[in-house]
């Protein structure tokens, strides 16, 4: 079963810098889309950033210049680089992911949308 496990969320004040991994693993035959989505209290989800690993890249308008989105396509895995946090960056940060994965009945494969089980992040001011 396809699983997206994020890791990198803490505390930090403002100004401050973390880094977000989300590592696509079990029976992944090609990660599409990766990104980032976030959900502050009493707010909607919003997005963060998408990589589609061709090189379409897109940020969220409030993250743009300060947030970077890479991702190692060998590994299934998408990074979410913060810098210059700010308090209102204060949120559950969640992966999201396009996945594919080998049907074994049938050897084609079949796509599906995952998401992981979310990060806090916390920026004190």
């Known amino acids: 079963q396809v699983q997206l496990v994020e890791s990198g969320g803490g505390l930090v004040q403002a100004g401050g810098s973390l880094r977000l991994t989300c590592v696509a693993s079990?029976?992944?035959?090609?990660?599409?889309?990766m990104g980032w989505y976030r959900q502050a209290p009493g707010k909607q989800r919003e997005l963060v950033a998408t990589n589609n690993g061709g090189g379409a890249i897109n940020y969220g308008s409030s993250v743009k210049g300060r947030f970077t989105i890479t991702r190692d396509n060998s590994r299934n895995t998408v990074y979410l680089q913060m810098n210059n946090l700010k308090p209102e960056d204060t949120a559950v940060y969640y992966c999201?992911?396009?996945?594919?994965?080998?049907?074994?009945?049938?050897?084609?494969?079949?796509?599906?949308?995952?998401w992981g089980q979310g990060t806090q992040v916390t920026v004190s001011s």
């Open positions: 999201n992911a396009d996945i594919a994965v080998i049907v074994p009945r049938t050897g084609k494969p079949s796509r599906a949308n995952y």
């Open positions: 079990g029976p992944v035959f090609e990660a599409n889309t």
